[in-house]
């Protein structure tokens, strides 16, 4: 017995109605002794039903567009309108500082710039599994800024320091350490007005 594939996976409503459409139509034009035997799955009633609920997801459809239409001119007018008032309301509260907390009005707070960055606080070290390597963590001063991490092996953490890594997350993994050996490490940020100043250094014996 030969099978016959009907698609129905990833169509559309209206592609499924319409290969449903094409076995009701086969059914139909079959003689009236074979077309009985098939009368019992009622392809056109349900190929009916389909195409009824289809149109009126059209129609719905075609409110749902109108009324979004709809909203956004409202909206827009809405905001015009409140605007306006607004104006009125901040020239009122200028010249009468007593009404202003009725005039449900926010002020605009004064932008401070950035500038270069503070030091990073709460530098420490995490240890991990891996052998030569140390996890840092410390907390940003600003929010946009990136991260520069130095070493060194000196023992008063004043001299020898060397560029470890770069990192734009709270965080750093530096590896490529020797194993049973003490490091110092410090971190400063740098944002587009410059580096800011390093942290006070912080030492680990490496695993």
């Known amino acids: 017995m030969k099978r016959y594939k009907l698609g129905f996976g990833n169509k559309t409503a ?11 139509n086969g059914i139909a034009r079959l003689p009236a002794e074979h077309r009985q035997a098939l009368e019992q799955h009622s392809v056109a009633e349900c190929v009916a039903a389909a195409e009824a609920v289809e149109n009126r997801v059209g129609i719905l ?10 909203r956004s ?7 015009g309108q409140t605007a306006n008032a607004a104006l009125g309301l901040s020239l009122l509260a200028w010249s009468k500082p007593e009404v202003r907390p009725a005039t449900g009005l926010s002020e605009v707070k004064a932008r401070h710039p950035v500038g270069m960055p503070a030091t990073p606080s ?6 991990t599994d891996f052998e030569g390597r140390v996890r840092l963590r410390w907390k940003r001063p600003v929010r946009r800024c990136l991260f520069l991490i130095q070493t060194t092996t000196d023992r008063a953490a004043r001299t020898g320091w060397k560029q470890a890594a770069i990192s734009g997350k709270q ?37």
């Open 14 to 24: 209206l592609e499924q109605i319409a290969i449903s459409r094409r076995v009701a």
């Open 61 to 70: 459809k075609a409110e749902l567009r109108a009324a979004l239409a709809g």
């Open 73 to 79: 001119e409202t909206l827009r007018t809405m905001r």
């Open 122 to 127: 709460l530098l420490r070290v995490v240890s």
């Open 171 to 207: 965080t750093c993994d530096v590896a490529g350490l020797a194993s049973g050996r003490k490091y110092w490490f410090r971190v400063a940020a740098s944002n587009t007005h410059g580096q800011g100043p390093w942290s006070q250094p912080v030492s680990a014996r490496v695993k």
